[in-house]
């Protein structure tokens, strides 16, 4: 069956970087495009963009553009989110999510990385 | 940017009873909407995508409708386990979420 197993909890400092990992299992890597959503604690889901699994091409929403990087390794089918010059505010649940079943929608999802910055 | 408006924002209903949750999109996203689930500590699950089509696993009781800019989801016969947020989403124009309702069972 699909699983997208994301890496475990990090703890950084402000103005550190961080890597959240992505490994897809049980489908075809490349056909299907993976998206990031954010989840400040507390708060609603905020869709940070997408990486086309084909071409590696990413595409960021207002707001994630800059430090925010999203990549692929296809040799492991495996999705990354890197943020650097970590902020307080950038504290959130960070969740992969792709559509494999249903058209566009995203039926499949990571367990989320909980990422936490303080000092 | 399109803005999606969820209400109420916190609902309380009792077992058994309808629950009617609403989606209201700034200008129309045709039926390119979905709905989700979030339980405390747990992943968003795909309900309805395109409006008006149950993701598959999905119990009968929940359906959506509309199209444009409004948007229902309704829960036929609350169960314990409805309780949890619920999101809409379009993917009309990028992604947007609403702000979520809360559905409380009394």
């Known amino acids: 069956q699909v699983q997208l197993v994301q890496s475990g909890s990090e703890l950084k400092k402000p103005g550190a970087s961080v890597i959240v990992s992505c490994k897809a299992s049980?489908?075809?890597?490349?056909?299907?495009?993976m998206n990031w959503v954010r989840q400040a604690p507390g708060q609603g889901l905020e869709w940070m963009g997408w990486i086309n699994a084909k071409t590696g091409n990413p595409t960021y929403v207002q707001g994630f553009r800059g430090r925010f990087v999203f990549s692929l390794d296809t040799s492991v089918s495996t999705a990354y989110l890197q943020i650097s010059s970590l902020k307080a505010e950038d504290t959130a649940v960070y969740y992969c999510a792709t559509h494999i079943g249903v058209p566009q929608d995203f039926d499949s999802w990571g367990q989320g990385t909980l990422v936490t910055v303080s000092s | 940017e399109i803005v999606l408006t969820q209400s109420p924002a916190t609902l309380s209903l009792s077992l058994g009873e309808r629950a009617t949750l609403s989606c209201r999109a700034s200008?129309?996203?045709?039926?390119?909407l979905a709905w989700f689930q979030q339980k405390p500590g747990q992943t968003p699950r795909l309900l309805i995508y395109d409006a008006s089509n149950r993701a598959p696993g999905i119990p009968a009781r929940f359906s959506g409708s509309g199209s444009g800019t409004d948007f229902t989801l309704s829960i036929s016969s609350l169960e314990p386990e409805d309780s949890a947020v619920y999101y809409c989403?379009?993917?009309?124009?990028?992604?947007?979420f609403g702000q979520g309702t809360k559905l409380e069972i009394k």
């Open positions: 200008q129309s996203v045709g039926s390119y």
């Open positions: 049980g489908y075809t890597f490349n056909k299907y495009d």
């Open positions: 989403q379009q993917r009309l124009n990028w992604r947007t």
